[in-house]
């Protein structure tokens, strides 16, 4: 066992633990969106930076290994800065405000960043739903390519019908060839919605219970539908 000391409070863990591991068991919050514990820890989105004594930088939590003796201020004002713009680049690139229920939705509020009032607006994603599974809707213009339902999809299922497409600003996830989920070796577990923190990729059944109004009544061969932005219209 090693000693830490987070935000002031110190705790034992084991060898290994990562700094967001000892910040929760110390109930401390770290923002995350690229992170899920039934996953390898990837270290993507930059959302969970920490101040470390001694270190010239913030340090991402998710992937850093506390030493004994380690120092860390989860309330750090760099750290929160960084994570606060970071998190406000993923919202502009979307054409409506992530869902309050949304892991997404829920980081931007602890953060108080507001869809509605940010400070690069520009081009944003635009509307392309896929309701070619009968249980699975993607909504791509919400993806925020965190990589959490490719890795759900290969590390937890072992089924890999996920990839992940493009880059920058194109930068999104297909299944299969881009021939759709029905089309690819996915088993429909379910484990790629259960773990997207934007609902890019959720359950047919959760999109009719809220009341989107955007998913059929009746399920049709190759649906999919896109939107484009007045910019392309001709």
Not at 68 to 87: L, Y
Not at 159 to 172: H, I, M, P, Y
Request: proline share 6%; glycine share 8%; net charge negative.
């Amino acid at each position: 066992m090693i000693t830490v000391t987070v935000d002031g409070q110190e705790l034992e863990v084991p060898e290994g633990t990562t700094i967001l591991t000892a910040a929760t068991q110390a109930g401390s919050w770290v923002p995350t969106l690229c992170f899920d514990d039934r996953q390898a820890p990837f270290g993507a989105c930059r959302v969970c930076l920490v101040a470390v004594e001694g270190s010239p930088k913030p340090l991402p939590a998710c992937t850093t290994p506390c030493r004994d003796g380690m120092k860390i201020d989860t309330h750090d004002e760099t750290s929160r800065r960084v994570a606060t713009a970071v998190v406000e680049l993923v919202l502009s690139e979307l054409p409506e405000a992530p869902g309050a229920h949304t892991e997404l939705g829920q980081v931007a509020d602890r953060l108080e960043v507001s869809a509605t009032a940010l400070r690069w607006p520009g081009v944003v994603h635009t509307t392309d739903h896929d309701f070619r599974h009968p249980y699975l809707a993607f909504q791509h213009e919400l993806c925020i390519s965190c990589g959490r339902c490719v890795r759900a999809c290969d590390e937890v299922q072992g089924a890999f019908a996920l990839t992940a497409t493009g880059r920058g600003f194109e930068a999104n996830v297909t299944a299969g060839l881009d021939s759709g989920f029905t089309a690819s070796t996915c088993v429909s577990c379910g484990a790629c919605a259960d773990s997207c923190p934007t609902d890019a990729i959720t359950e047919v059944t959760l999109l009719n219970l809220n009341g989107a109004g955007i998913v059929p009544a009746v399920s049709e061969s190759g649906l999919r539908k896109r939107k484009r932005l007045p910019s392309q219209e001709r």
